[in-house]
């Protein structure tokens, strides 16, 4: 265990559902983030919270929409995905906003496949 | 256009032999690098990082090496363990005011570590 937890750990769900991803750390830790790695893919930035504002949104599309309520607990809530949404998404957080104190630390990911 | 290439997709090694894992990027605004480490069902682990003013970065078993010129990063692990056999991801952040959290990752280079 990193020290970010990630629940669930594997999730199906289909096209019309609704869902949301969870990611908590006790770290300490003032910056949150999420990435997507799909098959064949370098992991891929979606969204940043910095203080528990977002300072970035990777063009991601609005099917995906992130809640940060505060710095120790980060959201990804998810509607009407389409099957190529099917990844890993990855939580991390940083002590600072630019992870060169200490790193990035990760979660271990929730596998989502969209059928 | 991937911005950080890790061209070889495996990598296998002797064990207590040295592994060399290398990254190419193309983008002259990056001005810190990370190599992180996964395991199956488990998120990346921070390794080693290394800043665009050092050419250097020790520690222990691991050291990266930056060559900016080329562009080009390396990792070397020695002596080789079997534990090591894992993916080996090679990360890129820029020096922009508002690309805090914005890492950049190559697609991982899978290494093997024979007994």
């Known amino acids: 265990e990193t020290g970010v937890t990630q629940t669930p750990r594997h999730l199906v769900m289909g096209m019309t559902n609704k869902k949301s991803l969870k990611c908590e750390q006790h770290?300490?830790?003032?910056?949150m983030y999420w990435y997507k790695q799909s098959a064949k893919k370098p992991l891929e930035l979606m969204f940043v919270y910095n203080f528990k504002e977002q300072t970035e949104n990777n063009s991601v599309p609005s099917r995906f929409s992130p809640e940060c309520p505060n710095s120790s607990h980060l959201f990804l809530h998810l509607h009407t995905l389409q099957p190529e949404d099917s990844a890993l998404y990855l939580c991390a957080s940083s002590q600072d906003p630019t992870g060169r104190v200490a790193g990035y630390t990760f979660g271990s990911g929730t596998r989502l496949t969209v059928v | 256009d991937q911005q950080v290439k890790q061209n070889s997709p495996s990598l296998s090694v002797q064990e207590g032999r040295i592994s060399i894992l290398n990254c190419d990027y193309t983008?002259?605004?990056?001005?810190?690098f990370l190599w992180y480490k996964k395991y199956p069902a488990e998120g990346p682990t921070f390794l080693i990082s290394i800043s665009s003013i050092k050419d250097k970065n020790e520690d222990g078993r691991f050291t990266v090496f930056l060559n900016k010129s080329a562009k080009h990063l390396s990792l070397h692990i020695v002596p080789s363990q079997p534990g090591d056999s894992a993916v080996y991801f090679c990360?890129?952040?820029?020096?922009?005011?508002?690309?805090?959290?914005?890492?950049?990752f190559g697609q991982g280079t899978i290494l093997t570590v024979h007994p």
């Open positions: 983008n002259s605004m990056f001005d810190y």
């Open positions: 770290l300490g830790h003032n910056a």
């Open positions: 990360a890129a952040e820029d020096e922009g005011g508002t690309s805090y959290g914005k890492l950049t």
